[in-house]
């Protein structure tokens, strides 16, 4: 059929689907109250990556089942969520149950993959390598699970004013790293200013309130945080 190359093009690009979605699960299981993780960027060598080895591992997985199934009494419904079409049949009613075979077995496919992503994750968090999520803050990030829990933020900015530095205090309700794990942009809710005297080292706060704000990072010069635990009682 004049088609064929291009549906089989289709079907070959759909295949790298599961690589994407377990790499989404993956970084989900990082999430936390405060930050939601970015995927990492599709022409990065680190997206590539990533999005490679999970589609390749969710194909052994998948193709071991495709096996397993062949080789029992269940091998005929093999056919019927088979993604791995190799040719396509003239035949209009044949061409749509390959179709439609392939489109089920790709949803298996991601099934597959983004269970894979989530064990995957857990298997980091469980080993103690959440740097990989979040960088040079994840000790940070651990400590401050729990819903009886919030992180509390201070951020310097690179405003000053006779000597001092404007700066800004309040619970961290939004952390956004970019994809060097650094911190991209910082939301604190409930916040403050002060002013910071460089050549004193007096602070000043006021008690202005602000609902919410958002800094990027060309608009800080240094950052700190810690973890505050809500004890009941006290």
Request: overall charge neutral.
């Amino acid at each position: 059929m004049s088609f064929q190359p291009t549906l089989l093009a289709i079907v070959a690009g759909a295949l790298v689907l599961p690589g994407i979605f377990a790499v989404w699960a993956f970084y989900r299981t990082a999430r936390t109250d405060e930050i939601d993780l970015p995927l990492p960027g599709l022409k990065s060598a680190a997206g590539l990556g990533q999005i490679g080895a999970f589609a390749l591992a969710s194909h052994l997985v998948f193709a071991g089942l495709l096996l397993a199934l062949v080789n029992s009494e269940c091998g005929a419904w093999v056919a019927s969520f088979n993604p791995y079409i190799k040719t396509v049949p003239d035949d209009p009613d044949e061409l749509l149950r390959t179709i439609a075979g392939a489109l089920f077995g790709l949803m298996i496919l991601s099934l597959i993959a983004l269970l894979l992503g989530l064990l995957a994750g857990e298997i980091v968090l469980s080993l103690g390598k959440g740097a990989m999520f979040y960088g040079a803050f994840s000790e940070l990030f651990v400590a401050g699970k729990g819903s009886s829990k919030f992180i509390y933020g201070y951020i310097l900015t690179k405003l000053e004013k006779n000597g001092s530095i404007i700066g800004y205090q309040g619970t961290v309700t939004s952390f956004i790293p970019g994809e060097d794990r650094f911190p991209e942009k910082i939301q604190l809710s409930n916040a403050s200013m002060f002013t910071l005297n460089l050549y004193t080292g007096k602070r000043r706060e006021f008690d202005t309130k602000i609902k919410s704000i958002a800094l990027h990072r060309d608009e800080w010069s240094n950052i700190a945080f810690k973890v505050v635990e809500y004890r009941r009682g006290a």
